[in-house]
Each structure stands twice: as C-alpha cells, then as structure tokens.
C-alpha cells in the first residue's frame, strides 16, 4: 500500500501539491488524473522517494519512507515498478538485455535463474522472437511492453506507470491497457498509473484521484465520478478535454 499524507511540494515559490493525501490499496488499479503539468509525474516521484516533499509523509507498506537515506529507500522501491512515459530503454541493448539489465545490476542472483525471469517477461509481453532485436526496430507499443516487462522482473507489488498511451495508436493503447488490467488479475499487482486521458480511467482503473490546482478535488471508485459536482469533473466529463 502506497500513501501520501498530506504532502504539500513546492518548486521554488511555486507550489505543485498543496496538502495532498491519496492511497493505493494493493491489488487495486488506482488512475490519478489531471491536465497537463498539475504535477501527475511528481507524485510518482514522491511515491519513489526520488524526490521529497516539503512537509507531510509518503508511506510504503506503512514504513514512512520520507525521512529515508538513499541506500534505505533501496529495498522500498524494488516493491514497485516503474514505467516512464518514454520507456527509458537502452538503444544499444537488446530486449532481454534490457529486461534484465538492472536484475543483474543489483540482485545476485545466478544466470539461469535471470534467464528464466526475462523467458517468462517475454512470455507474458508476447514478445517471443524478438529478444536479440534492439528497441528501435520495435513499434511503440512493444517498446512499451518491453519496459513493462523490464518493471515486470523484479516481482514487485505494485506497478507505477506514467502516461502509460501516450503517443500510441489506438489500437497499442488498448493492448497496454489490458495488458495493465490483466497484471492485477493474473499477477496480484497494484498499479498506479497518471494520465491526462479520461477514457483510460474508465476503461481500467477501479479508482480515481483528481488533481487540479495543487489539491485533489474527487478520490474514490471510478465508477462514482460522475456523481462529482466539481465544475472542472463535470466539464471533462462532458468536454473529454482537461486543458483548462
Ligand atoms: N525539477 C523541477 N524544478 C522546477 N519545476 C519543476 C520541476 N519538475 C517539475 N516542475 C514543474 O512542476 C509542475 C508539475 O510537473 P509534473 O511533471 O509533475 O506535471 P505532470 O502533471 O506530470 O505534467 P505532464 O503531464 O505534462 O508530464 C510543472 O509546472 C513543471 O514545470
């Protein structure tokens, strides 16, 4: 379980998150929506104890995690995955050399048994016959499964997406959602993921936060948004447009 207790993070005078609390329950798939630039890749961050809030607490697992040395945070965020909006790959590297690149980089674990996690991330990104192929030779949505797979490997409990569709087709969306759909069901995974694209919300998050202007204005189970009275909620419900 993931919780941000009344987080409030400044960028110099500016401030992006004004006594924020949310959590994400294990096993759940949480969307945290909002337009462009409210500060959706910054609570990941926080999430990640890569950066920390100027007051208030981040928990993992109950383990306040804000007051945390690098080398603590270590074991915390291999309970997660992360997934950046540009997959991060390694252009120089094959696909099972990035599936297993930081597998080999902090875990001792020996070769056969890395060999059969990155077979099994394979397996399940269906990405069978391409494992000695670099990223750029793939589409974006494979690219994209790579880099799931590669959060994949270190068995975490909760997967942390950012803009998991954006720049993909139609078609690749749906296919990462699913794929994002299906880790709860057939992994026990948590995922949390930020997006300004209210049909994904629909289309996989069993809950919803909405950030906007610094607070979160709506929390809650996906299917009682519509029931939000707030003008900016009822606006992108019917206006599908969150650039206000
Ligand atoms: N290191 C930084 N220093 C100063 N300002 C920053 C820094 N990182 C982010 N910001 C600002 O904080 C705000 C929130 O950024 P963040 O990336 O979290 O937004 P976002 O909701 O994820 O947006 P997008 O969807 O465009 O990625 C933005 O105005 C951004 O310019």
């Not at 994209?144 to 950012?162: E, H, Q, S, T, W």
Request: glycine residues 8%; proline residues 5%.
């Amino acid at each position: 379980m993931i919780e941000l207790r009344n987080v409030t993070l400044r960028y110099g005078e500016k401030v992006i998150l004004d006594k924020v609390s949310l959590t994400v329950q294990d096993n759940t798939i949480k969307a945290i929506l909002g337009p462009s630039g409210v500060g959706k890749s910054t609570i990941i961050k926080l999430m990640l104890g890569l950066i920390k809030p100027n007051s208030g607490q981040v928990f993992v697992d109950g383990v306040d995690i804000t007051p945390l040395k690098e080398a603590d945070l270590y074991p915390i965020r291999r309970k997660m995955g992360i997934v950046f909006q540009g997959n991060a790959l390694f252009d120089s590297m094959t696909i099972s050399q990035n599936m297993s690149f930081f597998l080999r980089e902090n875990l001792q674990l020996p070769d056969d048994e890395i060999d059969r996690r990155v077979a099994e991330q394979i397996r399940f990104a269906g990405l069978e016959g391409y494992e000695d192929q670099l990223p750029e030779s793939l589409s974006g949505g494979m690219q994209k499964r790579v880099a799931i797979g590669r959060a994949l490997i270190f068995n975490p409990k909760m997967i942390l997406f950012d803009e998991p569709t954006a720049g993909l087709d139609p078609v690749s969306s749906h296919k990462i959602l699913n794929l994002i759909a299906s880790l709860k069901k057939s992994n026990d995974l948590g995922a949390v993921f930020v997006t300004h694209i209210i049909d994904d919300v629909f289309a996989i998050a069993d809950e919803v936060a909405v950030l906007y202007q610094s607070k979160i204005i709506f929390d809650g189970p996906t299917g009682q948004l519509h029931d939000s009275q707030h003008p900016f909620i009822k606006s992108i419900l019917s206006d599908k447009i969150l650039e206000l």
